[in-house]
């Protein structure tokens, strides 16, 4: 199942870089994203609308996402027990502590937003 995941992810990266990507490479809205993101880390900076605190803020939404998906990530590495270590761990259960993550990354998000909106 996870070949299937990871061979239909990378059909679809493949599909945009030879596809995609030129088409909106030469639409002139696009032009100038194009022209700062020309590495990974570029197009990392780009997205994170040129702000750490965005940056930051994906990283914690990334992480309760991870949270929530304990037990399958759990599972699928083989180690149904890790789910307890976490808890013992952390002290609160894993869906509570991503949801938490997740919540916290949308307020950092939106006032960040907010203030860009305004510059």
């Given at each position: 199942?996870?070949?299937?995941?990871?061979?239909?992810?990378?059909?679809?990266?493949?599909?945009y870089?030879?596809?995609?990507?030129?088409?909106?490479?030469?639409?002139?809205?696009?032009?100038?994203?194009?022209?700062?993101?020309?590495?990974?880390?570029?197009?990392?900076?780009a997205?994170?609308?040129?702000?750490?605190?965005?940056?930051?803020?994906?990283?914690?939404?990334?992480?309760?996402?991870?949270a929530?998906?304990?037990?399958?990530?759990?599972?699928?590495?083989?180690?149904?027990?890790?789910?307890?270590?976490?808890?013992n761990?952390?002290?609160?259960?894993?869906?509570?502590?991503?949801?938490?993550?997740?919540?916290?990354?949308?307020?950092?998000?939106?006032?960040?937003?907010?203030?860009?909106?305004?510059?």
């Amino acid at each position: 199942m996870i070949w299937i995941i990871l061979a239909t992810l990378l059909g679809i990266a493949g599909i945009y870089l030879a596809i995609i990507r030129p088409i909106l490479e030469a639409k002139p809205q696009f032009r100038k994203f194009y022209a700062e993101a020309d590495t990974f880390w570029k197009k990392v900076w780009a997205l994170a609308y040129k702000s750490s605190t965005v940056l930051v803020a994906y990283g914690q939404a990334a992480l309760g996402i991870l949270a929530t998906q304990i037990e399958s990530i759990a599972a699928l590495f083989g180690d149904p027990d890790f789910k307890a270590q976490f808890i013992n761990l952390v002290g609160a259960d894993t869906k509570t502590v991503g949801y938490i993550l997740l919540a916290i990354s949308l307020v950092t998000f939106a006032a960040r937003m907010r203030s860009i909106v305004r510059e």
